[in-house]
């Protein structure tokens, strides 16, 4: 299980990048509150990703179970926040 976490981050990590760089092209033409929530949802991939690395190598049950429920609530509000973004 822990490789296909692992894959899934590095894969996310990539679609991230490559997101950057074609919004910071159309980041000039987008109000305050769009960059705020574009800011946002950037530190939400981001504690999402770490979320990952550090479920990737727990090995307490108890402690997984935590992250795993972080992780769903992060992917939560990510998807919360990509849709005020469109």
Same mark, same amino acid.
């Given at each position: 299980?822990?490789?296909g976490w692992?894959?899934?981050a590095v894969a996310d990590q990539i679609e991230e990048?490559?997101?950057r760089v074609s919004n910071r092209a159309s980041e000039v033409d987008l109000s305050p509150e769009a960059r705020l929530?574009? =800011? =946002?949802l950037e530190s939400l991939k981001l504690s999402r990703s770490r979320t990952l690395a550090q479920l990737d190598r &727990? &090995?307490?049950p &108890?402690?997984?179970g935590m992250l795993e429920r972080a992780?769903?609530?992060?992917e939560q509000e990510i998807e919360e926040v990509t849709r005020l973004l469109q």
């Open positions: 299980m822990a490789r692992e894959s899934k990048s490559e997101q929530h574009r =800011q =946002q &727990a &090995a307490s &108890a402690y997984r992780l769903r609530k992060l």
